[in-house]
C-alpha cells in the first residue's frame, strides 16, 4: 500500500511571494489533514477534510492560508502572502475507518 | 493552552537501557493516546497506541502506561538501541464531532539519542 504523498519536498522562497504544497493521500481514506510542524515542535493542525468538506480550519490562518480538496482525494495548501514566521514543515496526512493518521514525508518551507 | 504536555525535552541514553517519556493532558474527553515517532527529514510514524481502558500495552521493546486518574500516560523503550535514536511525540485525540472527527493533539516531542 503506497503512503501520503507530498511535493515538493523543499521550497526556498521570499517574503511575500505565495507558495503551493500538494498531498495525495493513501487510496481510499476519506479525511485529509494539513499540519504546521515549527522546528522544535510538535505538528499543529491547519485544516481537516472529510472528503471534500471542509470539517475544521478554526486554525488556519484564513488572511494568507488557502487549502482545497475539490474532488475528495489530492489537496493543496497555499500561502499567499509568505511571511518570515511561516518557515516550517508541512505534514500532510491521511486516515481510514479508524482513529490513525498516517503521516507523508512532509514540505520543508523556508522563507527569506 | 497546551493540552498534551511531554518531558524531558531530550534525552540521553546508554545502548541496552531503558527510555522513558511522560506526558500529561487536560482534556477528559480524548480516548485514543498515539506515540509517534519521527525521524530527521521523515514524517512522523504511528509507534503504539492506548485508550484508556487499559492501563498498558506492549509492543515488543515498547510500551506505553496509561494513569486515567492522574490523567498521565508514558512510553518506555526497553533495551535502547542507536535505532530508535529520533523524535518521539506523544499524542491524544478525541472525536469533536461525534460524526468521527478525530483531531489530534501532539506534544511538544522528545529527542532522544541513545549512544552506542
Known amino acids: 500500500e503506497a503512503g501520503v504523498a507530498q511535493s515538493p519536498r523543499y521550497k526556498i522562497i521570499e517574503k511575500r511571494q505565495s507558495v503551493a504544497f500538494w498531498c495525495n493521500p493513501i487510496s481510499g481514506h476519506a479525511t485529509l489533514y494539513w499540519y504546521q510542524q515549527i522546528l522544535g515542535q510538535g505538528p499543529k493542525l491547519l485544516i481537516q477534510f472529510q472528503n471534500n468538506g471542509v470539517v475544521d480550519d478554526s486554525q488556519l490562518p484564513k488572511d494568507r492560508f488557502s487549502a482545497e480538496r475539490l474532488k475528495g482525494v489530492d489537496s493543496t495548501l497555499k500561502i499567499q502572502p509568505a511571511k518570515l514566521e511561516d518557515s516550517a514543515v508541512y505534514l500532510c496526512?491521511?486516515?481510514?475507518?479508524?482513529?490513525?493518521?498516517?503521516f507523508g514525508p512532509g514540505t520543508r518551507l523556508l522563507v527569506l | 493552552q497546551q493540552q498534551v504536555k511531554q518531558s524531558p525535552q531530550s534525552l540521553i541514553v546508554q545502548k541496552g537501557g531503558i527510555s522513558i517519556i511522560n506526558c500529561a493532558y487536560e482534556?477528559?474527553?480524548?480516548?485514543?493516546f498515539p506515540w509517534y515517532q519521527q525521524f530527521p527529514g521523515k514524517g512522523p510514524a504511528l509507534l503504539i497506541a492506548i485508550r484508556p481502558d487499559v492501563s498498558e500495552k506492549k509492543e515488543g521493546r515498547f510500551t506505553i502506561s496509561f494513569n486515567k486518574s492522574a490523567k498521565q500516560f508514558s512510553l518506555h523503550i526497553m533495551d535502547s538501541q542507536p535505532g530508535d535514536s529520533a523524535t518521539y511525540f506523544c499524542?491524544?485525540?478525541?472525536?469533536?464531532?461525534?460524526?468521527?472527527?478525530?483531531?489530534?493533539?501532539f506534544g511538544k516531542g522528545t529527542l532522544l539519542t541513545v549512544n552506542p
Open positions: 496526512a491521511s486516515r481510514g475507518q479508524g482513529q490513525t493518521q498516517y
Open positions: 482534556n477528559t474527553a480524548f480516548d485514543y
Open positions: 499524542a491524544a485525540s478525541f472525536d469533536t464531532t461525534g460524526g468521527s472527527n478525530y483531531k489530534l493533539t
